[in-house]
């Protein structure tokens, strides 16, 4: 059971604070909800009842948190070749609302995207781990928006750097002086 002002964390939609407990009569039934400030000013509602079946949360702590930063500082995890299966694989680590899962896909998909690009449906995924992410990341932290992001960032461009850099610039460099006329040979 959770009180009025703990933060907690609704899976696929990031973390926010209890605004209120309220009872609420839906379709003829009468269940006591939750009432979640999110960020932007959004306020949903979850059955008190169902909360903890359905994945909700308390907030990380300090000592997490720097866990979730190490993980962006790590190398990528290996993730299938094909679209479907990757999109597939990473909408279940975001719906598990495990936060290291979630650091997991914002990592990954930001190497990919820093390495090739992302079709407009891993934009969007990226887009809202990322959200999901900075959310947690901002109360666990005690910091603004902002302040995350760029530090969810810095981390990732600082471990692209270290584990990724290298080979696209030899990737380029090869591609770009070196062309492949698909014979065996360059005559």
Do not use: C
């Not at 169902?50 to 997490?64: F, H, L, M, N, P």
């Not at 990919?112 to 969007?124: F, I, M, N, P, Y």
């Amino acid at each position: 059971m959770f009180n009025v002002g703990d933060k907690i964390v609704y899976p696929m939609h990031g973390a926010g604070v209890i605004d209120s407990i309220e009872e609420k009569d839906i379709l003829g039934e009468k269940q006591s909800y939750y009432i979640l400030k999110m960020p932007g000013e959004v306020k949903i509602m979850v059955p008190t009842a169902k909360a903890e079946s359905i994945g909700v949360r308390d907030i990380i702590d300090k000592s997490s948190a720097d866990k979730v930063f190490g993980i962006l500082e790590k190398d990528e995890t290996i993730m299938d070749k094909n679209w479907n299966k990757r999109y597939r694989d990473n909408m279940d680590k975001m719906k598990s609302g495990d936060i290291y899962e979630i650091a997991d896909v914002v990592r990954n998909l930001s190497f990919k995207q820093k390495e090739k690009g992302l079709s407009t449906g891993e934009k969007k995924m990226l887009n809202n781990a990322k959200q999901i992410l900075v959310s947690e990341l901002v109360l666990a932290e005690h910091a603004t928006q902002e302040e995350i992001e760029q530090l969810v960032d810095t981390k990732i461009n600082t471990s692209f750097m270290t584990f990724r850099a290298e080979e696209v610039e030899q990737e380029s460099i090869v591609n770009k002086f070196i062309p492949f006329d698909g014979t065996g040979t360059n005559d």
